[in-house]
């Protein structure tokens, strides 16, 4: 079987003036389905670049993006758009849902443009924020919850339209560290339970320890490629206890 | 169809987000589509009046009078010289194949006096065929006859706003006995109301008399049979040029005017008078027409200012959009169709509101109202590619914008 995503020398060139800065320097890697990969390096390493272009919203300069056999870089812009709705959920560091509309309006956005019937819409975005938790939520707008809530609510609507790969950018970035771990259980359940691809960017070790794998970035390149602890024991125990020491 | 349902939505929900800000856009719209509605409206309507009014000076008219056309010399216009006789205007009933009927005035005003009341009118001494030519109708009582003309009778016949003057409500005028410069007069009639006209002057406010009897008692006989006006009423109203043509032959022959020289008369066609009043309410209204347009230019680029702020506002929505399927040209969609919902509310409402306002003004104005469906549909329609024209610049500004740049957005 073909792996989910294939890289091959991968580049991407900024023009900024007249300087060209290479943000990737050739990123070949392969990623299977049903994997948990977390991507680490600090900022200006490339990782954003990197998921960017995973997630069908940048084109790579050179080299070739292979998403389930298909070959990204050749794609319209529109054909990208369609792709992104169908196979990809989005999970963003800073919740990034349309505010002043509700939890179940901004599940339902993506099936908005799948052609999903109203009828439909409103069932599955119900299904899934009652799968997080938040059947009780659902007529709450974005500033009437908390951090944690949204996030789950972003969660729900990457789900919806059942995508092969969720893509979460500093998912926890913006919140404790308590409402963290709730995120990335959640995170780990879906991947455990129901076999979903999920790459995670961060720059936090203790939330980069929640997964199987891990892809250190740095100018540009993949300076490490480990497999971790494989989902047992998910944190050092040590560090667990501080964190939760920090938070009470 | 499915698309376009959702995008209705999406846009609804938008416009509600900030209703405050929808209302004020719709509100530029609004005042723009009612004022072209009420200028188009009151244009028509006005034009209207002036037609009817024109009608109502009796068909196939023509009127001669004394002097030429000025144009920078110094001739003087109407019933200033006085060239004019009852023999023209008997020479022309007697010579003229296209002429029904021919009437003939002369005009001026005296103080007339009744019991205790007096009013100053216009008396006007004219022939038995006035009524006739100038297409007015008895309310009571009868116009006064040939014999009334031969013996120089002194009968009267009166204009509405005179009986008002001089009568009591519910007093008889018949068989009543008038004072005019000392001689007495028998009123033997009233005449139907004209209105007033549309510069103003009270047409009922006048006293009919026969033309030798206003000539010798009233107006003074300095120049016996010199005449102001002769009133011709053409066979029909196709024939009203040929008539005109007739009368210019008639009276150049009866005045010894050589070829090279100018008419020292002038014959006014109905049709003339209908034109130059047609066009100068055409001109007044398809100014008006302009100025209303322009505050409808100001709303539409009204919806582009509050479309440009929203898509800088919404750009990280744009982004969210785009990041979970949406293509540029559903972007597009949306931001058009919210241009659209704005304009087309702002011109419904703005239908309704000029057609109260046309209605309104027209009443206080005494014109007619005249309920125009081509110029609703051309506002809606108008108002709609409003929407379009001014939404799209700003619509596609949102549809280029690049997703990952606008995810970031703060």
């Given at each position: 079987m073909t792996p989910l995503i294939e890289t091959h020398g991968l580049v991407k060139e900024f023009a900024r003036g007249d300087i060209r800065?290479?943000?990737?320097?050739?990123?070949?890697?392969?990623?299977?389905?049903?994997?948990?990969?977390?991507?680490?390096?600090?900022?200006?390493?490339?990782?954003?670049?990197?998921?960017?272009?995973?997630g069908c919203l940048d084109r790579p300069s050179e080299g070739k993006f292979v998403l389930e056999g298909q070959d990204v870089a050749r794609?319209?812009?529109?054909?990208?758009?369609?792709?992104?709705?169908?196979?990809?959920?989005?999970?963003?560091?800073?919740?990034?849902?349309?505010?002043?509309?509700?939890?179940?309006e901004n599940v339902e956005l993506p099936l908005i443009y799948s052609g999903a019937s109203r009828a439909e819409q409103a069932r599955r975005a119900r299904e899934s924020l009652e799968r997080l938790g938040l059947g009780g939520r659902t007529e709450h707008h974005p500033s009437q919850l908390s951090g944690g809530e949204q996030q789950r609510v972003a969660i729900a609507r990457a789900l919806v339209n059942h995508p092969q790969l969720l893509l979460a950018d500093e998912p926890t970035g913006n919140l404790d560290t308590r409402t963290s771990l709730e995120i990335m259980k959640i995170l780990m359940q879906l991947n455990r339970a129901e076999g979903l691809t999920v790459i995670l960017v961060t720059h936090e070790p203790e939330i980069a320890a929640f997964a199987d794998?891990?892809?250190?970035?740095?100018?540009?390149?993949?300076?490490?490629?480990?497999?971790?602890?494989?989902g047992e024991g998910v944190l050092p125990a040590s560090l667990l206890g501080e964190k939760e020491g920090k938070d009470s | 169809m499915k698309f376009l349902r959702m995008t209705l939505v999406a846009?609804?929900?938008?416009?509600?987000?900030?209703?405050?800000?929808?209302?004020?856009?719709?509100?530029?719209?609004?005042?723009?589509?009612?004022a072209v509605i009420t200028t188009v409206g009151l244009g028509q309507g006005a034009s209207e009046a002036v037609q009817s009014q024109i009608r109502s000076l009796g068909t196939n008219l023509l009127v001669v009078v004394p002097g030429t056309r000025t144009r920078g010399g110094a001739h003087s216009g109407w019933g200033g010289a006085s060239t004019l006789s009852v023999m023209d205007a008997r020479a022309l009933e007697r010579e003229a194949t296209g002429i029904r009927a021919v009437s003939y005035i002369r005009r001026g005003s005296a103080q007339v006096l009744y019991g205790n009341s007096n009013w100053r009118t216009t008396i006007q001494a004219t022939t038995p065929s006035y009524l006739d030519v100038s297409d007015s109708a008895m309310a009571q009582g009868d116009f006064f006859d040939e014999r009334d003309m031969k013996n120089g009778a002194r009968v009267a016949v009166l204009g509405g706003t005179l009986v008002g003057?001089?009568?009591?409500?519910?007093?008889?005028?018949?068989?009543?006995?008038?004072?005019?410069?000392?001689?007495?007069?028998?009123?033997?009639?009233?005449?139907?109301?004209?209105g007033g006209?549309?510069?103003?002057?009270?047409?009922?406010?006048?006293?009919?008399?026969?033309?030798?009897?206003?000539?010798?008692?009233?107006?003074?006989?300095?120049?016996?049979?010199?005449?102001?006006?002769?009133?011709?009423?053409?066979?029909?109203?196709?024939?009203?040029?040929?008539?005109?043509?007739?009368?210019?032959?008639?009276?150049?022959?009866?005045?010894?005017?050589?070829?090279?020289?100018?008419?020292?008369?002038?014959?006014?066609?109905?049709?003339?008078?209908?034109?130059?009043?047609?066009?100068?309410?055409?001109?007044?209204?398809?100014?008006?027409?302009?100025?209303?347009?322009?505050?409808?230019?100001v709303g539409g680029i009204g919806i582009m200012n509050i479309?440009?702020?929203?898509?800088?506002?919404?750009?990280?929505?744009?982004?969210?959009?785009?990041?979970?399927?949406?293509?540029?040209?559903?972007?597009?969609?949306?931001?058009?169709?919210?241009?659209?919902?704005?304009?087309?509310?702002?011109?419904?409402?703005?239908?309704?509101?000029?057609?109260?306002?046309?209605?309104?003004?027209?009443?206080?104005?005494?014109?007619?109202?005249?309920?125009?469906?081509?110029?609703?549909?051309?506002?809606?329609?108008?108002?709609?590619?409003v929407g379009i024209f001014f939404g799209f610049y700003p619509a596609r500004k949102a549809s280029n914008l690049d997703p990952i740049a606008s995810l970031r957005y703060e």
């Open positions: 800065v290479l943000a990737l320097r050739g990123i070949s890697v392969s990623i299977e389905r049903g994997e948990f990969v977390a991507i680490v390096g600090k900022s200006g390493s490339g990782k954003s670049t990197f998921m960017n272009i995973l794609l319209s812009k529109d054909e990208r758009a369609e792709l992104r709705g169908q196979k990809i959920g989005f999970v963003f560091q800073a919740f990034n849902l349309i505010p002043r509309t509700s939890a179940q794998r891990v892809l250190t970035f740095k100018d540009g390149e993949i300076v490490s490629d480990e497999m971790g602890s494989s | 846009a609804l929900r938008a416009l509600r987000r900030n209703k405050m800000r929808s209302a004020l856009t719709i509100l530029g719209i609004v005042i723009g589509v009612a003057q001089l009568f009591e409500v519910g007093e008889d005028p018949i068989g009543a006995v008038l004072r005019i410069k000392e001689a007495s007069f028998r009123v033997i009639g009233v005449l139907e109301s004209k006209s549309s510069f103003g002057s009270d047409r009922d406010d006048l006293l009919l008399v026969p033309f030798t009897t206003g000539e010798r008692r009233i107006l003074g006989a300095t120049l016996p049979g010199v005449v102001e006006q002769i009133i011709v009423s053409a066979r029909t109203e196709t024939s009203a040029h040929e008539a005109s043509l007739e009368i210019e032959d008639i009276l150049r022959q009866r005045h010894r005017i050589r070829p090279d020289q100018e008419n020292d008369f002038t014959v006014h066609s109905q049709e003339e008078i209908a034109n130059t009043m047609g066009s100068v309410t055409r001109i007044l209204s398809s100014v008006l027409m302009g100025v209303a347009s322009i505050s409808l230019l479309l440009l702020v929203s898509v800088i506002e919404r750009t990280r929505e744009i982004g969210i959009r785009m990041a979970v399927g949406a293509k540029g040209s559903h972007i597009l969609v949306q931001f058009l169709v919210e241009a659209m919902i704005l304009s087309m509310i702002g011109g419904i409402i703005g239908i309704i509101l000029g057609l109260v306002g046309t209605q309104v003004i027209a009443h206080f104005a005494e014109i007619p109202f005249v309920f125009s469906p081509g110029a609703i549909v051309g506002a809606v329609l108008f108002s709609g590619s």
